[in-house]
């Protein structure tokens, strides 16, 4: 798992942040500086665990997850809030994902809440939040722009060609992705019921 973080972050920073504002000819970066970044990145991690991990009994797991979850379920609610929303706007989303942070890190710690729920909390708060934010500050794009990238935007390209469908119909689940929906919620389940453990 800890390897897809690793080169997750590495992606991210080569593509928005390397690629756009330092790379002169816009050109992909070479393997050799993808190397570099990587263990530069590896090196951070492996720091932050030993530091997070320094005078705890817990597992590298606990400590990791606990402090991912605080920003995990903010994510999620704003991406939800993208997909499923047709008011949803920059400023009310990122209003939200505040929202959701500040308040599921204040719910998580006043109330001892296990790690593992956070990111629910943190989905629904930013979701609710940023849904009415978007509400109030109203955006000057089109309806119909926006539509476009929901699901209800996509869902109607259903009849469009192959083609055109490359990334698969919204919400058609095939048996791959039912596998991994299943895998997720029973690995969901073992750390729920390992916390008693």
Same mark, same amino acid.
């Given at each position: 798992?800890?390897i897809?973080?690793?080169?997750?972050m590495t992606?991210?920073f080569?593509k928005?942040?390397y690629?756009e504002?330092f790379?002169?000819?816009k050109?992909?970066a =070479?393997?050799s500086?993808l190397m570099?970044?990587?263990a530069i990145l590896?090196i951070i991690i492996?720091?932050f665990?030993l530091?997070?991990?320094?005078g705890?009994v817990k597992s590298v797991?606990?400590v990791?997850?606990?402090?991912?979850?605080y920003?995990?379920?903010p994510?999620?609610?704003?991406?939800?809030?993208?997909?499923?929303?047709k @008011?949803?706007?920059?400023?009310?989303?990122a209003?939200?994902f505040?929202f959701?942070f500040?308040?599921?890190?204040?719910?998580a710690?006043?109330?001892n809440?296990?790690w593992i729920?956070? =990111?629910?909390i943190?989905a629904?708060i930013?979701?609710?939040?940023g849904?009415?934010?978007?509400c109030i500050?109203?955006?000057?794009t089109?309806?119909s722009?926006?539509?476009?990238?929901?699901?209800f935007g996509?869902s109607?390209? *259903?009849?469009?060609?192959?083609?055109d469908?490359?990334y698969?119909? =919204?919400? @058609?689940f095939?048996?791959?992705?039912?596998?991994?929906?299943?895998?997720?919620l029973? *690995?969901y389940?073992?750390?729920?019921i390992l916390?008693y453990y």
């Amino acid at each position: 798992m800890s390897i897809i973080i690793l080169y997750s972050m590495t992606t991210v920073f080569i593509k928005d942040v390397y690629e756009e504002y330092f790379s002169k000819d816009k050109k992909e970066a =070479p393997l050799s500086f993808l190397m570099i970044v990587s263990a530069i990145l590896g090196i951070i991690i492996i720091i932050f665990v030993l530091v997070g991990f320094k005078g705890s009994v817990k597992s590298v797991l606990d400590v990791v997850g606990s402090y991912i979850s605080y920003f995990s379920g903010p994510a999620c609610g704003v991406f939800l809030l993208a997909i499923f929303s047709k @008011k949803a706007n920059d400023k009310g989303s990122a209003l939200g994902f505040i929202f959701g942070f500040i308040i599921g890190l204040y719910l998580a710690k006043t109330y001892n809440i296990f790690w593992i729920i956070n =990111p629910a909390i943190g989905a629904s708060i930013t979701f609710i939040t940023g849904y009415i934010f978007s509400c109030i500050i109203h955006n000057k794009t089109n309806k119909s722009d926006i539509e476009k990238y929901t699901i209800f935007g996509i869902s109607k390209l *259903q009849n469009q060609s192959e083609e055109d469908m490359k990334y698969g119909i =919204p919400l @058609k689940f095939d048996r791959y992705s039912v596998s991994v929906l299943v895998f997720f919620l029973v *690995q969901y389940v073992i750390l729920f019921i390992l916390q008693y453990y």
